[in-house]
């Protein structure tokens, strides 16, 4: 099994800035890649921002220029940076990654359960 540990989220006032962090741990062989999702009340949920192991990023429109997604491969971990945060980015974040556990299985994406960021003054 693979489990992904989201933290770092919080309350913040508009204009300021968040972390979150994510961390994949258990039978991992292999991660393909690794991204942030988020889901606002009564919304779909929607990509943010994900990295491939190479360090391919790609980014929503909504957030490009404000957040940036890094990872560290050798600790199957992932971050994002979130400047100059809007009311609109009000949602829970979701860490994600398509992980393999051998080298013979297929990729299967796994989630974290979510941090809570509240934007708001």
């Known amino acids: 099994q693979v489990q992904l540990v989201e933290s770092g989220g919080g309350l913040v006032q508009p204009g300021e800035s968040l972390r979150l962090s994510c961390a994949a741990s258990g039978s991992i062989y292999s991660i393909n890649n690794m991204g942030w999702y988020r889901q606002a009340p009564g919304k779909q949920r929607e990509l943010v921002a994900d990295?491939?192991?190479?360090?391919?990023?790609n980014y929503a429109d909504s957030i490009k220029g404000r957040f940036a997604i890094s990872s560290d491969n050798a600790k199957n971990t992932v971050s994002l940076q979130m400047n100059s945060l809007k009311p609109e980015d009000t949602a829970v974040y979701f860490c994600?990654?398509?992980?393999?556990?051998?080298?013979?299985?297929?990729?299967?994406?796994?989630w974290g359960q979510g941090t809570q960021v509240t934007v708001s003054s």
């Open positions: 994600n990654a398509d992980v393999r556990t051998a080298y013979y299985t297929a990729l299967r994406t796994y």
């Open positions: 990295v491939t192991a190479g360090g391919r990023t």
